[in-house]
C-alpha cells in the first residue's frame, strides 16, 4: 500500500463550488504539506504543518484553506473554486531529510 | 530566502547519450539541494540528496550531481540515459536553518526526453 495517498485522483468541478482534497499517510511523520504544480512553473506551496496544532500559510494561499484532523490527515479546501485553480495537487510529508509525495489530484475547475 | 533556477526547460536526447540537467541556486546560508523526478502520472520520487560531506552525491538509477558551492550548482549527470529515463526533474533547495528537508523551493522543472 502507498504510503501517502490522495483522493480523490481527478476531479471535475464549476466555477464557486467547494472542493475538497484529502490526503492520508501512514508514515507516522509530524509534517505534511500541500503543493499546487503548475506546467513550467514547477511546486510551489500553499500550506504546510508540522503538527497537528501547527499550521502555516505557504507561498500560495489565498483562496485555500486546511484541516489537520489528526497526525495522518491533511486536507485541502477551496472555498469557492476559479479558472485559474486548475492544476495538479500534491500532497506530501517529511522526516528530516526527505519529502515524500502522494500521487497527486488533478483537479479542473471549469 | 532562497530560489532554484533550472536553465533548461526541455532537454531531448538520443538512448545512451550522457546528459546533464543544470541547477543554480542562491542563499544567502548554507544549504540542503535534492533532485526529484516525476514519471507522467506519477507523484516525485527523490532521486538524490546532499546534506554534507562529499560534494558527489550518487543516486537512484545512475544518476549522480556535484555540489559546487563557489558556483552555486548541483547539476544532475547520467553517462549513458534509457528511454525509461524520459521523465520531469526537479531540483530543490532547503537552508540550513530551518532543517534539511522541513521546506523545500523547487525549480521549474526539466523535461527530459530519451529519443530512441
Known amino acids: 500500500d502507498a504510503d501517502v495517498t490522495q483522493t480523490p485522483r481527478n476531479r471535475i468541478t464549476k466555477t464557486g463550488k467547494r472542493i475538497m482534497l484529502e490526503c492520508s499517510q501512514t508514515?507516522?511523520?509530524?509534517?505534511m504539506y500541500w503543493y499546487r504544480q503548475d506546467p513550467g512553473l514547477g511546486l510551489q506551496l500553499i500550506y504546510y504543518?508540522?503538527?497537528?496544532?501547527?499550521?502555516n500559510k505557504g507561498e500560495i494561499s489565498d483562496g485555500y484553506s486546511v484541516s489537520r484532523q489528526a497526525q495522518a490527515k491533511f486536507s485541502l479546501s477551496l472555498e469557492s473554486a476559479i479558472p485559474n485553480q486548475t492544476a495538479l495537487y500534491f500532497c506530501?510529508?517529511?522526516?528530516?531529510?526527505?519529502?515524500?509525495f502522494g500521487p497527486g489530484t488533478r483537479l479542473t475547475v471549469l | 530566502a532562497q530560489s532554484v533556477t533550472q536553465l533548461d526547460s526541455q532537454v531531448p536526447v538520443f538512448e545512451e547519450a550522457p546528459v546533464e540537467l543544470r541547477c543554480n541556486y542562491s542563499?544567502?546560508?548554507?544549504?540542503?539541494l535534492f533532485w526529484y523526478v516525476q514519471y507522467p502520472n506519477q507523484g516525485l520520487q527523490l532521486l538524490l540528496k546532499?546534506?554534507?560531506?562529499?560534494?558527489l552525491v550518487k543516486g537512484i538509477n545512475g544518476f549522480e550531481a556535484e555540489f559546487n558551492k563557489s558556483q552555486t550548482s548541483f547539476h544532475l549527470r547520467k553517462p549513458s540515459v534509457h528511454i525509461s529515463d524520459t521523465a520531469e526533474y526537479f531540483c530543490?533547495?532547503?537552508?540550513?536553518?530551518?532543517?534539511?528537508?522541513?521546506?523545500?523551493?523547487f525549480g521549474s522543472g526539466t523535461q527530459l526526453t530519451v529519443l530512441p
Open positions: 504543518s508540522f503538527d497537528v496544532k501547527d499550521i
Open positions: 542563499s544567502s546560508v548554507s544549504v540542503y
Open positions: 530543490a533547495v532547503s537552508d540550513g536553518i530551518t532543517g534539511s528537508a522541513r521546506q523545500l523551493t
Open positions: 546532499y546534506l554534507s560531506g562529499s560534494t
Open positions: 508514515k507516522g511523520h509530524d509534517r
Open positions: 506530501a510529508t517529511s522526516d528530516q531529510n526527505e519529502q515524500f
